[in-house]
């Protein structure tokens, strides 16, 4: 059965730090780009960040351009996403998805195969 489990959520003060865990089974990531997705309250689910499966390109959304960083270790089949410097704006759901390669824009969620089930990540004093 594929599936991808997130982890690592939780509370954290502004200025803090997370770490996000993507883990799979069922299948193996070494074949596939992962995305990191968010989904704030009452707000489109938007992409966050990616790393490719050919190469190991990452991709950041710009508002998270030198604070989150995407990193994969197939030897145990996970990716994450260490998160720094976080502020209240990124408060939301957060989604790892897998697909064959990572894709920007509006619908890129759309064109993602597998998907887990999110883990909710609040940024509050």
């Known amino acids: 059965q594929v599936q991808l489990v997130e982890s690592g959520g939780g509370l954290v003060q502004p200025g803090g730090s997370l770490r996000l865990s993507c883990a799979a089974s069922?299948?193996?990531?070494?074949?596939?780009?992962i995305g990191w997705f968010r989904q704030a309250p009452g707000k489109e689910r938007e992409g966050v960040s990616c790393?490719?499966?050919?190469?190991?390109?990452?991709y950041y959304e710009d508002s998270v351009k030198g604070r989150f960083t995407i990193s994969r270790d197939n030897a145990k089949n996970t990716v994450y996403l260490q998160m720094n410097s976080l502020k209240p704006e990124d408060t939301a759901v957060y989604y790892c998805?897998?697909?064959?390669?990572?894709?920007?824009?509006?619908?890129?969620?759309?064109?993602?195969?597998?998907w887990g089930k999110g883990t909710l990540v609040t940024v509050s004093s």
């Open positions: 998805a897998a697909s064959d390669a990572c894709y920007s824009g509006k619908d890129a969620d759309r064109l993602m195969d597998y």
């Open positions: 069922g299948f193996t990531l070494d074949y596939y780009a």
């Open positions: 790393i490719s499966s050919s190469d190991g390109s990452t």
